[in-house]
């Protein structure tokens, strides 16, 4: 069963107002009424893009390419397991792979072009996998790869206990440090199209218990599971851009060219200049790629 929640009406179904900062009028939220089953934007009316978040993350880190896409697609944006309006338990790649066909199931939408960003690239590889009759393109932004061997950083942050320790010092660090004013400012003019108060809720949010845990639990999916996708990324039958950064510090431009080549016909497209967080400091770049990947297809 779909419901669709007016702003207005957010409170009588569990939406805080806090969560909503930002949130423009306009947009419907879609909650499924099933366990594990995410909430999610829905704007704009053409062709079905999904775009999904980051490790952590939110909705929220795609308001300016959702807002250009809007203009002629139709553009659904979830919290991902464990994040945002979602919440609940987090999940591994197949989890969420299976929650997103779920939701597309729900809105009555047969195909769409699925984006991942980051971690969620390895969803939207697995979503293309598991149920490649709904997927009709793949952009893969900043995409972790499957196939290159995880760094000690990112073993370590998978060891039970310690990863969780970890994220949450880094993570309430992190959140502690962009709460100060000043800190705020300077991210305000770097990160465009977020509020302040969007970024003050991105503060609490990277100091809050499900947050380090739900990313703990992603750690573990990055190291014991993505590499079991590895042989399978020759199947991906769909259109794909692999979109990379020539900055990127997280995941290194070598690895989106490794992914492309992995990928039957893969295009590689890199943005000059462009760090880990395109779809925030290069929304244009990033909505230009999703464009000429719905062209093809």
Request: glycine share 12%.
């Amino acid at each position: 069963m779909i419901v669709e929640v007016p702003p207005a009406q957010a409170d009588r179904t569990g939406y805080t107002r806090e969560e909503r900062v930002g949130r423009p009028p306009s947009l419907h939220f879609w909650r499924v009424k099933r366990r594990r089953d995410l909430v999610a934007e829905s704007r704009g009316a053409g062709p079905a893009v999904v775009l999904l978040h980051g490790q952590p993350g939110s909705a929220r880190d795609w308001g300016l390419v959702a807002g250009d896409l809007a203009r002629d697609h139709r553009v659904i944006v979830p919290d991902r397991l464990g994040y945002g309006l979602t919440g609940g338990p987090a999940g591994g790649f197949a989890a969420n792979a299976n929650a997103v066909a779920r939701l597309l199931g729900s809105l009555g939408v047969a195909e769409a072009v699925v984006v991942g960003h980051s971690w969620a690239g390895g969803v939207a590889i697995e979503l293309s996998l598991d149920y490649p009759g709904s997927v009709t393109g793949l952009v893969l932004v900043c995409s972790v790869a499957p196939g290159d061997p995880p760094g000690a950083t990112d073993r370590l942050l998978a060891v039970p206990l310690v990863g969780t320790a970890l994220a949450a010092t880094a993570l309430s660090t992190a959140g502690g440090v962009l709460s100060w004013g000043p800190t705020r400012a300077f991210a305000d003019w770097r990160m465009r199209g977020r509020s302040e108060e969007q970024l003050a809720e991105l503060a609490r949010s990277w100091r809050r218990h499900a947050t380090w845990t739900s990313f703990a639990v992603e750690q573990r999916a990055l190291v014991h599971e993505l590499s079991a996708m590895a042989p399978r990324l020759a199947h991906i039958s769909a259109p794909t851009v692999v979109l990379g950064g020539s900055m990127d510090r997280v995941v290194p431009a070598a690895a989106a060219h490794r992914l492309a080549g992995a990928i039957p016909e893969a295009r590689l497209e890199m943005v000059p200049g462009g760090g880990h967080l395109l779809p925030q400091l290069q929304p244009g770049a990033v909505a230009s790629a999703i464009r000429r990947l719905a062209g093809r297809t």
